[in-house]
């Protein structure tokens, strides 16, 4: 097992001791390995993180949404099955057959609330009841039939806390404040509200170069069951040990929590139920990451070597995945992966430059003095050559490009490896993107 000087140089170079950081935790088959503050939590008053402190979790929050409804189908008061107007008395869903399971594996095609435009320009910091919050995004068109493709979907998890209001009669922070937060002695994790004051709650903060500032302003009624907890590292770790332990659910509602999910042609994908299943280094890892105004986080486990690793920071943009994997590697006596730059002349360079299509919009990659340049995963990241068609991210060797299908405007298709499953990204058209 690696040591405490071990972890702590795997944090070192992506926190300053005056500015925002992370709370990191290792278990490792049963025994707290490494558990410390790294940096401030709150800049203004110079005070710093410490294990207890309680940061928002993004949709980390996911997890403990879809438990809440695996536990309703167990006491017999709904089915995963169950057509969403069902408990959602009035849900327009015209011809369309959505279930609840759509929404727990993100294949209902309802769009996303946190795609929209507007949300961000105007929504975002209007504090409007839940039903009024689904009105925003219940009537607009399918992004593709129930069951066609997996997308990443807010809209489909605030819906399934409106689901569990309606079966419990409760709102969703009292439902999992006494269903599982009491019961587990979770005593810092809460529907993290503006307004109540909470103990140890970190601030939230953004990076744009060498300036930092508070995190954009967000009501958080929006996040809801999608992402509205704040924990700390300490709870966090209890939950994923009773989650897994049968503390919370029932075995076989935790295995289907962590199965890889098949669309309508049969094809699988990396999710199950608020929780991503992939494999890393040849294992297994389940777990799920969070992103909200000022904070990213990272819950994952490794069923076969028993090893829970929890990171929380307060800025964005931080490397919670390169920091989650790097202190995986160290407990499990694992080699960093190492690459060599080379020498590419501008043809090559451009053969790759270009914007590819994903899920979560266009990736561009620019060329810039030898490397190239791109907006994921966060502005301005570096990617190196280590040959014609292979790339890697300059801080972090670990994430690779690898270009493929060569053609006349260059290569067509890039496979993005990084922490999850490979993304195959197609070229854009230059009618598909103008410049």
Known sequence: ??????????????????????????????????????????????????????????????????????????????????????????????????????????????????????????????????????????????????GERFLYNNSGYVLLGAIIEAVSGKSYGDHLRETFFEPLGLSSTYYLHDRPV??????????????????????????????????????????????????????????????????????????????????????????????INGFLTNLVHWPDQDLTIVVLANVTPFPVQQITYALARRALGLADTERRAVSLGEAELAACAGRYRADFGPVTFTADNGALVSNWPAPATRFLPAAQDLFFQEKDPEVALRFSDPGAGGFRRLRVEAYGEPLTLPRLTEEEAPD
């Open 1 to 146: 097992m690696a040591t405490g000087a071990e972890f702590d140089a795997v944090v070192a170079p992506h926190y300053r001791a005056s500015g925002p950081g992370a709370a990191v935790a290792v278990r490792h088959r049963g025994e707290l390995a490494h558990v410390r503050g790294y940096g401030l939590a709150n800049l203004e008053w110079g005070l710093p993180i410490e294990p207890d402190t309680v940061f928002r979790i993004g949709s980390i929050t996911k997890q403990f949404t879809a438990a809440a409804i695996l536990k309703l189908s167990e006491e017999g008061r709904l089915d995963v099955d169950d057509p969403i107007e069902r408990h959602l008395e009035g849900y327009p869903v015209g011809q369309r057959r959505i279930t609840v399971r759509h929404l727990l594996n993100h294949t209902s095609g309802i769009k996303s609330y946190t795609a929209l435009p507007e949300f961000w320009r105007s929504l975002s910091t209007r504090e409007l009841p839940l039903a009024e919050m689904i009105d925003v995004f219940k009537d607009l068109p399918p992004d593709f039939e129930p």
């Open 198 to 291: 909470t103990p140890k709650r970190a601030a939230g903060y953004e990076r744009l170069g060498r300036q930092i500032s508070n995190a954009t302003p967000l009501c958080m009624t929006w996040p809801h069951a999608a992402g509205a907890l704040g924990s700390n590292v300490r709870d966090l770790l209890r939950w994923e040990a009773a989650l897994r332990g049968g503390e919370v659910v029932s075995p076989a509602s935790f295995a289907a929590m962590t199965t890889a999910n098949r669309v309508n042609n049969g094809e699988t994908f990396p999710y199950g139920f608020g929780l991503a299943v992939h494999e890393y280094r040849g294992q297994t890892v389940v777990g799920h990451g969070g992103g």
